[in-house]
């Protein structure tokens, strides 16, 4: 069993910075593949950002070069680094993990945080 809780979130005006963390229960975490979906209002949940158990990352287009995703395993914690923040960026941010990579990408993580809100004005 694995239990994500998310802080971090604010708001912040465009083209500042933010920093959101997933904080990890369980011995097992550096198994684990973890991600960062956001979900706006009227909107799908969307894939932002994902780091498999080896460090390899992954990123949506819309947040590339802006956003870098990075793990400690030590802490059993992921974070989310974002920069230059644009009003499309507004959203909850959750993350997610799962021990199977295809399944926490795809948004069927058996793990959820309770989410954390980012507004970003104009």
């Known amino acids: 069993q694995v239990q994500l809780v998310e802080s971090g979130g604010g708001l912040v005006q465009a083209g500042g910075s933010l920093r959101l963390s997933c904080a990890a229960s369980?011995?097992?975490?550096?198994?684990?593949?973890m991600a960062w979906f956001r979900q706006a209002p009227g909107k799908d949940r969307e894939f932002v950002t994902g780091?498999?158990?080896?460090?390899?990352?992954y990123y949506a287009d819309s947040v590339k070069g802006r956003f870098t995703i990075s793990r400690d395993n030590a802490k059993n914690a992921v974070l989310l680094q974002m920069n230059s923040l644009k009003p499309e960026d507004t959203a909850v941010y959750y993350c997610?993990?799962?021990?199977?990579?295809?399944?926490?990408?795809?948004?069927?993580?058996?793990?959820w945080g309770q989410g954390t809100q980012v507004t970003v004005s104009s």
């Open positions: 369980g011995r097992t975490f550096s198994s684990y593949a």
């Open positions: 997610a993990a799962d021990l199977d990579w295809p399944t926490v990408v795809v948004g069927r993580g058996n793990y």
């Open positions: 780091i498999m158990y080896s460090g390899r990352t």
